[in-house]
């Protein structure tokens, strides 16, 4: 009897709930529900309080209002793939041929997807000198077969083996992602990967620089209050254009990110959980000022990264109306 009695019990608060809920927003009852209820219970239970219900109804609104409320408040999280970026870059050792734009990499296997991507070779771009060439940065117009594919630029070297770096360009899917934040508190997921990051600037084979200062992101930021955070050092890595190019008569790279006014708010940037790689082969050489050299690419502007303490990098920033820009536990190279 007990056991009926409880069924009965959830069978009239289910079809009483339901009754009133549905009552109390305006649509009709259910009544097969209510029917199932009477044929179980019998004609002797006592009908209970319908207000009871009611007001169950009405603190539920009351709690799912409030939910929303609290929902709204909640940090927003962005995932740069959900926009389109991938972390594909890879390393490649090409065979090229000078005024040729076939490379060969036998160690690689493309396929019809890495049409349009990036390609990075050091030391097989134009002349310098005897003994010096240009890096070429170039994108891939056709597959040839597995191992070779067909640039959009000409080498300038005879070579074997030459260093590289191929992937898809993920400066736009970023940009779009950094668009999309808004508060002050948006989290910004990278997932693991290798994001190549390349400034349209450097693609571009008509642009000249108007003077030695002249240089372009490929990530623009206007607003603080985001939070990069990736799946740890060397995990999320993000690679920059390391390759070098004559753009008129200065050498060009480009950077990754730039703080640009006017901000929309001066909260903090936080960058987390990530290797920030430069990309430059064979890395940080021993001359590392500016103008950078036209005859090897050797040097660049390295005054942020003097400001070793948060403290003075913050001082910077409050004095030029910048965003402070911390970087937390990530590599830098």
């Not at 179980?40 to 309080?49: D, E, F, P």
């Not at 170039?138 to 070297?157: D, F, M, Q």
């Not at 898809?168 to 002050?184: E, H, L, M, R």
């Amino acid at each position: 009897m007990e056991r009926h009695g409880a069924q009965s019990r959830r069978l009239y608060a289910l079809a009483s709930s339901n009754s009133h809920e549905m009552n109390f927003l305006g649509i009709p009852l259910d009544l097969k529900l209510r029917q199932l209820y009477h044929r179980h219970a019998g004609s002797t239970m006592k009908m209970q309080n319908p207000l009871r219900c009611r007001w169950c109804v009405i603190l539920f609104a009351w709690l799912y209002l409030a939910g929303q409320t609290l929902s709204s408040s909640q940090t927003p999280f962005l995932n740069v793939t959900n926009f389109g970026a991938r972390g594909d870059a890879a390393t490649l050792l090409a065979n090229t041929v000078s005024n040729s734009t076939t490379i060969i990499c036998p160690g690689n296997r493309f396929t019809s997807v890495d049409v349009g991507k990036v390609v990075e070779l050091f030391g097989a771009g134009a002349t310098t000198s005897p003994t010096n060439h240009q890096d070429l940065v170039a994108s891939i117009v056709s597959v040839n077969n597995g191992t070779a594919v067909t640039l959009n630029r000409s080498c300038g070297i005879t070579a074997n083996r030459v260093i590289g770096v191929y992937g898809i360009n993920n400066a736009s899917a970023f940009q779009a992602c950094i668009d999309d934040c808004s508060g002050t508190n948006t989290v910004v997921n990278i997932p693991a990967g290798q994001y190549l990051l390349v400034s349209p600037e450097a693609l571009n084979s008509t642009y000249v620089m108007p003077n030695m200062f002249d240089t372009h992101p490929a990530v623009t930021i206007q607003k603080g209050g985001i939070t990069f955070t990736g799946a740890g050092p060397g995990n999320s890595i993000l690679l920059g254009c390391g390759a070098w190019q004559l753009k008129g008569t200065f050498a060009y790279r480009g950077y990754m990110f730039a703080c640009q006014g006017p901000v929309t708010n001066d909260a903090s940037l936080v960058f987390d959980q990530l290797t920030i790689d430069g990309g430059a082969s064979p890395g940080r050489s021993s001359y590392a000022y500016f103008p950078a050299s036209t005859i090897n690419g050797n040097g660049w502007d390295r005054y942020p990264w003097r400001l070793k303490s948060e403290r003075k990098w913050q001082s910077y920033c409050s004095r030029n109306k910048c965003i402070l820009i911390r970087l937390l536990r990530q590599d830098q190279k």
